[in-house]
């Protein structure tokens, strides 16, 4: 008879997914998305086992090691095989669970490299000789093993066993110390399974960490599991299967590189490097994962850029995750989108108001952040927030608010700055809408600063929401490091609010005498209710109270209904006044002056912002006139003379003004009239900022040089005892002078808080200086006159517009800067006095003249009925500027605004 031969089997095709160690690999089809897979053992071998983690399937709870060459077979498998197209025979043996075979690596079985023998030759596993039937087969793998062993090759080499066995850490005791001791340097790994689309386990070489990674910054569907911790397949989520196999064709048992990011329990956060790419970006541009903010602030913001490009185009084009999505944030463009503006309140810890180009105002809030936040109220049952005590203050009483508002007010009051809308959050219950926006001044972003000090913390939003600032991750980054830090309210310590103490009328009669004393208070506007009336703090005392400007009278501003109080119309220009004051003076640091209070407990007084008295600027601008009590205070003439400009240029309540001309005027306007010209030799000293000048004659100089030299002489051989002299206001002292640290005659004009306020009388200079730095001066040198003499500009005004007052001042300063001028006296009657100033003793070159020439000066308003040759010539160089369109005549004759405005008229 003849024996039967067996059926010639006809290979399969199919790609390697993974090897599972040194005898056994799982192989998917050619055929199907997705394919199916199996199991294939190889034929006629028996290769060392690896080791296995603690409570694996199948495992129990033990721990196990490799068999010695165990990591080197499976690595051999797994470099030549996986992702590769092969050839495989198989069949399952009778009574077995397992399909065996043998895999052709090539496409064409004749020529293909047969695994099994490569193995063999390798020295990296057995052949089974005992026990089985011999085939042709198995004797050609028996005659390969003996040759391997003849070579000393693999597990047959004479080196120690114990030198291939891997030591396999299975667990890391700290995982944020070991991501800080990464040093986020990229660590070479091979991933060895995939739970879902965003989460992995790796061996870390060279040290055989194991370790699950979830994907830094993205997260893909997941599964849900069953009692024993495996994928329920009754519970399917959408896209899950998909975005496992798409890392699993991509990743598994690849060589990678992995950068970790952070940890989280037991599970590490990190970067996967593909030699061809990031696979969280390529994920999220298929859409099958989405960015999460939890953890995607941890890398690097060009990483994070490219991942949420990677998103955003695949929900442009409606990918998979993204198939049902909808745009719902409005397109906003042009100028509503980006634009520059100037900050004029920090309305809380988040929102600024903002004055634009074209004079409008805008309030924007800093986008996707929160100010700080009132602890432990409780919201009842109707989910609305429960009531706040009596009295209660957000900005004093909710901690660290104060210090968020102060940080905005100093770095932003009166500021410029770049807004760009990021998105509008639509009206919703009692809020209206609200414009929210990315602000920076200088390149830097406002939110970003105030949330890397603890002073805001970062909104968390659903991962469809694209309503967020298109700063947010730089927003997360910095709200990490804040957190890291324990700064702010991430703080660990019990925050207190600020105790701000409130001056009401009793407290202010036992306040007045110490404000009194201390001659000059700092502090802060916190609110303007009209163009004289302020709320004030004062952080010396941490105390509030009402100000109120002394010695004008100013129109009240519209006032809204309060409480049971009825909305009331305001007076004329009240309300101009009111804007005027505020954009001068909210939430700026000012310098006030109490002389007394009223009935209800409002201190009257002076008030100085950036050295400009407020009682006189609001004159100056005709929002106010001077009050009788202003004519008998020290700033009378001040006061005077800003009523008598807004006067002459009829400005706002003057705008009817109809001049009066007493007998006293006409002999005034004689003596502009007959102008005497006696020039006199002069070194202009000091120029202050309302245009007022000190001139020295030039034959007093050697004097005051003279006296001066006696003085320091004298000091020198007794020196005064530093703080041994208390300064009064109104003192004629010595003082040394910061600059040179010499001594030089000063009036005292203020004294508060361990300094004082002096006039050199010999220059006009002002300073600010330590009471330590002042002595008493001997009486030989006090009855001296002052070698220095104020004089005012005749006949002209500095311009209304404070960019071309400066221009103005800053001209005048340059042309006086020469060793002699020639000074004429034009007017004796007013203080102080008005003179005209000369570069040489003939009075053609009239410095005055060239600046209103140039534009930069404004020639008062004077009515005269005799003619006047200084004052024509000076129209008439007024006239050449408005010509030549120069500096404040550059869109035209002003005046003619004012006249058509105000009734001015020549």
């Known amino acids: 008879m003849t024996t039967p031969t067996a059926p010639v089997q006809i290979p399969k095709k199919g790609i390697v997914k993974q090897v599972l160690s040194g005898d056994a690999v799982v192989i998917r089809s050619l055929n199907g998305a997705p394919p199916p897979e199996k199991q294939l053992a190889f034929s006629g071998i028996t290769a060392p086992k690896l080791a296995r983690r603690p409570g694996a399937p ?153 370790v699950t990674l979830m994907i830094t910054g993205i997260r893909c569907n997941g599964y849900k599991f069953d009692d024993q911790g495996k994928p329920d397949p009754t519970q399917k989520v959408e896209f899950a299967d998909e975005a496992r196999y798409f890392v699993e064709v991509r990743l598994l048992q690849q060589d990678v590189e992995i950068i970790l990011n952070s940890a989280n329990n037991t599970t590490l956060s990190g970067s996967i490097i593909h030699p061809k790419g990031n696979i969280a970006e390529k994920l999220l541009s298929e859409g099958f994962a989405r960015c999460v903010d939890w953890s995607i602030s941890a890398l690097p913001t060009a990483e994070i850029q490219q991942l949420r490009a990677a998103e955003a185009k695949a929900r442009s084009e409606n990918k998979r995750i993204w198939k049902t999505y909808q745009a719902k944030t409005p397109q906003i463009t042009g100028k509503e989108k980006e634009f520059t503006a100037t900050v004029v309140e920090v309305v809380n810890g988040d929102a600024l108001q903002l004055k634009l180009a074209n004079g409008a105002f805008k309030k924007v809030f800093l986008a996707s952040i929160r100010p700080p936040r009132e602890a432990g109220r409780a919201a009842p049952e109707d989910g609305k927030p429960a009531p706040r005590p009596k009295g209660f203050r957000p900005l004093y009483d909710i901690p660290w608010m104060f210090e968020a508002r102060e940080y905005l007010r100093k770095k932003l009051i009166g500021k410029k700055v770049h807004v760009v809308i990021d998105y509008i959050q639509e009206a919703r219950d009692t809020f209206p809408e609200k414009s929210c926006a990315t602000v920076t001044i200088s390149g830097k972003n406002i939110a970003e600063a105030l949330v890397s000090k603890g002073l805001a913390t970062v909104v968390r939003y659903r991962p469809d929401d694209e309503q967020r600032s298109t700063r947010y991750d730089e927003l997360l980054k910095a709200e990490s490091k804040a957190e890291k830090s324990q700064l702010g ?112 407990g409002n201190f009257i007084g002076w008030l100085w912002v950036d050295n400009l008295n407020m009682s006189v600027e609001l004159v100056r601008a005709g929002f106010a006139s001077v009050h009788f009590t202003g004519e008998k205070s020290a700033y009378a003439s001040l006061l005077k003379q800003a009523e008598d400009s807004a006067k002459s240029q009829k400005l706002r309540r003057w705008k009817n003004y109809v001049e009066e001309e007493p007998k006293e005027k006409h002999v005034e306007e004689e003596r502009h009239v007959d102008r005497k010209v006696n020039y006199e030799e002069v070194v202009v000293t000091e120029v202050s900022a309302e245009g007022t000048f ?187 500027a408005k010509k030549a369109h120069l500096n404040i005549w550059e869109y035209g004759d002003i005046t003619e605004d004012d006249a058509k405005e105000f009734g001015l008229g020549n």
């Not at 077995?96 to 020295?123: H, P, Q, W």
């Not at 006086?816 to 000074?823: A, C, E």
């Open 58 to 210: 199948g495992e129990g709870s033990g721990d196990s090691k490799d068999e010695p060459w165990a990591w080197e077979a499976r690595e051999f498998l797994r470099k030549k095989l996986v992702g590769q197209e092969i050839l495989f025979i198989s069949e399952k043996p009778p009574n077995s669970t397992r399909e065996y075979g043998t895999v052709f690596l090539g496409k064409d079985i004749n020529t293909a490299e047969n695994i099994t023998e490569s193995l063999v030759s390798e020295g990296l596993v057995s052949v089974r000789r005992e026990g089985v039937r011999p085939t042709a087969e198995l004797t050609r793998l028996g005659e390969l093993e003996d040759e391997a062993k003849r070579a000393g090759k693999g597990k047959w080499s004479s080196s120690p066993l114990s030198e291939h066995v891997r030591d396999v850490k299975w667990s890391i005791d700290n995982l944020q110390v070991f991501v800080e001791k990464s040093g986020g340097k990229p660590i070479n790994a091979v991933i060895e399974h995939v739970r879902d689309g965003s989460t992995v386990r790796a061996f870390l070489l060279p040290d055989f960490h194991y």
């Open 489 to 600: 309210v991430h703080s660990k310590k019990d925050s207190a609010p600020l105790r701000v103490t409130e001056i009401d009328a009793a407290r202010a009669k036992l306040e007045l005498s110490a404000f009194q004393r201390v001659q000059t208070i700092d502090a802060i506007v916190e609110f303007v209710a009209s163009g004289s009336r302020f709320r004030v703090y004062i952080p010396k005392s941490n105390s509030l109270a009402t100000f109120l400007l002394g010695g004008i009278s100013c129109p009240r501003a519209t006032r809204p209904a309060t409480g049971n109080l009825p909305a009331s119309e305001g007076e004329e220009f009240g309300d101009e006044a009111l804007l005027f004051t505020k954009e001068k003076c909210l939430q700026r640091e000012v310098t006030i002056k109490v002389d007394t209070h009223d009935k209800a």
């Open 694 to 880: 000190f001139a020295q004659k030039f034959a007093d100089g050697p004097k005051a040089v003279a006296l001066l030299a006696k003085l320091r002489q004298e000091f020198e051989a007794n020196p005064p005892l530093p703080g041994a002299y208390t300064p009064k206001r109104g003192d004629i002292a010595a003082a040394k002078f910061t600059l040179d640290d010499e001594w030089y005659r000063v009036k005292v004009e203020k004294v508060a808080a361990g300094n004082a306020v002096v006039h050199y009388i010999d220059y006009g200079n002002r300073e600010t200086i330590p009471t330590t730095r002042l002595a008493s001066l001997p009486a030989a040198y006090s009855s001296e006159k002052p070698f220095a003499v104020e004089y005012s500009l005749p006949y002209v005004i500095l311009p209304k517009d404070e960019e071309f007052r400066e221009i103005a001042l800053k001209y005048f300063r340059e042309d006086i800067s020469v060793p002699k001028l020639y000074l004429n006296v034009e007017s004796r009657g007013a203080h102080p006095q008005s003179a005209s100033l000369h570069k040489d003793e003939s009075g053609t070159t009239d410095i005055i003249r060239a600046l209103i020439a140039e534009g930069l000066l404004l020639v008062e308003n004077i009515k005269s009925k005799r003619p006047n040759k200084l004052l024509e010539d000076y129209r008439a160089a007024q006239d050449e």
